[in-house]
């Protein structure tokens, strides 16, 4: 399956949630907000929302500071 992130082609070769692709690149845990084709995913829906073939991807991580 293809896909990209954050700006990135990537690929999987299997079907993944939300959740099973923030945990392949060690953001799990972390506060982030995800988008899928512009699409705000609900972190209540991180297990259930599946990533299809195509879809573009932002994982934006908060930062703090000052």
Same mark, same amino acid.
């Given at each position: 399956?293809?896909? $990209?992130?954050? #700006? $990135?082609?990537?690929?999987?070769? +299997?079907?993944?949630? /939300? *959740? =099973?692709?923030? =945990?392949?690149? &060690? *953001?799990? &845990? !972390?506060? @982030?907000? @995800?988008?899928?084709?512009? =699409? @705000? /995913?609900?972190?209540?829906?991180? !297990? =259930? @929302? $599946?990533?299809? $073939? &195509? +879809?573009?991807?932002? /994982?934006?991580?908060?930062? #703090? #500071? #000052?």
């Amino acid at each position: 399956m293809k896909f $990209e992130l954050n #700006g $990135e082609a990537r690929e999987a070769p +299997d079907s993944l949630s /939300v *959740l =099973e692709l923030l =945990e392949r690149h &060690g *953001l799990q &845990g !972390r506060r @982030v907000a @995800v988008a899928i084709n512009a =699409e @705000v /995913v609900p972190k209540s829906r991180f !297990r =259930e @929302v $599946e990533i299809a $073939e &195509g +879809d573009r991807i932002e /994982v934006i991580q908060a930062v #703090g #500071g #000052g």
